[in-house]
């Protein structure tokens, strides 16, 4: 009887085993699916952000001013401020994100020329974040930091 009662102990043990092995690759391949989600929803609305730059002429007109360092009326300057605000929410959700572990590192450097645009390339750019770059989380803050001493430094 102590035979049985031991080689049923063993074959729960292994069942438990097989069990939690199961388990560990289940939770693997759903963290996988999730990072794989959030990455494709932060690309997707990054991206659309960029495209209704293309696709709203009064704030094409108002984007193409601000490369070419051209005056802004109050109006335009407002509707600056919104998409740029817009754009930068989505990144800084997209640092959190990947502080938290959701995503990888390369879905945000895919922005980085974005990001180093929206902060630094023109003057208002600059102003803007000066302005307020507080708003956003420090980690944001940091990440904008880490671009641009690498677009200085030629890094990218």
């Known amino acids: 009887m102590k035979t049985f009662a031991a080689w049923t102990e063993a074959l729960a043990n292994v069942g438990v085993l097989i069990g939690i092995i199961f388990l560990t690759i289940e939770v693997s391949q759903n963290t996988l699916a999730t990072k794989s989600d959030a990455s494709l929803a932060i690309q997707t609305a990054i991206s659309e952000s960029i495209s209704r730059v293309q696709s709203n002429p009064a704030l094409f007109d108002v984007v193409y001013k601000i490369y070419y360092e051209e005056e802004l009326t109050p109006k335009e300057y ?79």
């Open 78 to 156: 407002l509707l600056a401020a919104f998409y740029w605000h817009s754009f930068l929410t989505l990144m800084d959700g997209a640092v959190l994100q990947y502080e938290l572990g959701v995503i990888d590192l390369e879905v945000l450097q895919i922005y980085d020329q974005e990001l180093y645009v929206t902060t630094h390339q023109t003057t208002f750019a600059k102003r803007y974040w000066e302005n307020e770059a507080d708003s956003f989380s420090p980690a944001l803050q940091a990440y904008v930091a880490n671009v641009i001493k690498n677009f200085r430094e030629g890094a990218r």
